[in-house]
């Protein structure tokens, strides 16, 4: 799922049960984060490595009840919760239904639930089964469409076509729930960069979501991409922002552009804020501060 998000392991002392690896989003560090499963259900994308050796594993759903009675006992305050590992809306519905209504019985402050889905996963559960979890709290979905170009997401075997995620981000939207989507600047090197940047545009145009970020891939060590795969510059980087950001037609979203990969942080909102965005970066670009032979100056950790 989500190479560039925080990694945070959740120290407390609450009860909770964690296995490392623990990623949750950077908006979600203010959670108390419940790992229902271990590692992803898929974990064949080529540029993540988050839980790369990690079997997949979802937690008996009787451990996770009592495991909420006992950690509201302690944290009857919390507010906001997110579910973990990757793609929790692949998990049957049946099993979630009750873990929700577990926490909304035993967090009576309880505001929002969020976690991490796929489209293909958000897509296989009904529109019906979707507004109960709504009306139970559910509020974020956090989702990877990577790429809007369909030759880019099969090169990193992402097993997703934009064409689902779209489908999955309209459905999920119209049940009230709000989507927060990712892409990657760099995931399509220097051969596939403009038609990766044009692509993901037109995507997102058709999702028209509540949250729309942009990350920068990293390639870490151990990570082998596609064949002929080259990392962009620094300058380059900034360059297939523009891009994104020149295609982009949406009613009315949240931008970010602010994450440690990203070499000069953005935020915005759309569309009042295009035109905005794209002198400043043109201007950027015209500067000499921006290295046109490697990717930069790289984040200590992601």
């Given at each position: 799922m989500r190479l560039f998000f925080i990694c945070m392991l959740f120290n407390s002392d609450t009860p909770l049960k964690y296995k490392e690896p623990l990623f949750r989003p950077p908006s979600e560090a203010d959670s108390l984060v419940l790992q229902i499963s271990y590692g992803c259900p898929h974990n064949k994308c080529l540029f993540c490595p988050m839980y790369k050796g990690v079997r997949h594993e979802i937690r008996p759903l009787t451990d996770i009840l009592s495991e909420i009675d006992k950690v509201s006992?302690?944290?009857?305050?919390?507010?906001?919760?997110?579910?973990?590992?990757?793609?929790?809306?692949?998990?049957?519905?049946?099993?979630?239904?009750?873990?929700?209504?577990?926490?909304?019985?035993?967090?009576?402050?309880?505001?929002?639930?969020?976690?991490?889905?796929?489209?293909?996963?958000?897509?296989?559960?009904?529109?019906?089964?979707?507004?109960?979890?709504?009306?139970?709290?559910?509020?974020?979905?956090y989702m990877g469409l990577e790429s809007g170009d369909e030759k880019l997401l099969q090169l990193v075997k992402k097993d997703e076509t934009a064409d689902n995620m779209i489908k999955a981000v309209i459905k999920t939207q119209h049940s009230g729930i709000r989507m927060c989507v990712f892409a990657l600047l760099g995931l399509g090197g220097k051969k596939y960069s403009e038609q990766h940047a044009i692509n993901t545009a037109i995507a997102v145009n058709k999702m028209n979501p509540k949250f729309?970020?942009?990350?920068?891939?990293?390639?870490?060590?151990?990570?082998?991409?596609?064949?002929?795969?080259?990392?962009?510059?620094?300058?380059?980087?900034?360059?297939?922002?523009?891009?994104?950001?020149?295609?982009?037609?949406?009613?009315?979203?949240?931008?970010?552009?602010?994450?440690?990969?990203?070499?000069?942080?953005?935020?915005?909102?759309?569309?009042?804020?295009?035109?905005?965005?794209?002198?400043?970066?043109?201007?950027?670009?015209k500067s000499s501060s921006l290295d046109k032979k490697s990717a930069g100056i790289l984040p200590d950790s992601l």
């Open positions: 006992l302690k944290r009857i305050e919390t507010s906001r919760i997110f579910l973990a590992d990757a793609d929790v809306m692949d998990i049957e519905f049946s099993y979630l239904k009750s873990v929700f209504e577990k926490l909304n019985s035993c967090f009576p402050n309880l505001s929002r639930i969020s976690m991490y889905a796929n489209g293909s996963s958000i897509n296989n559960k009904s529109a019906e089964e979707l507004t109960v979890l709504k009306n139970l709290k559910l509020h974020t979905l729309f970020a942009v990350l920068r891939f990293i390639k870490v060590p151990g990570l082998r991409m596609y064949e002929g795969y080259e990392t962009i510059t620094e300058y380059d980087s900034i360059q297939e922002l523009y891009r994104i950001i020149e295609h982009l037609e949406l009613s009315s979203t949240v931008f970010r552009a602010d994450h440690t990969s990203i070499p000069i942080p953005i935020s915005a909102r759309f569309p009042k804020d295009k035109q905005t965005l794209l002198t400043y970066l043109s201007t950027l670009l």
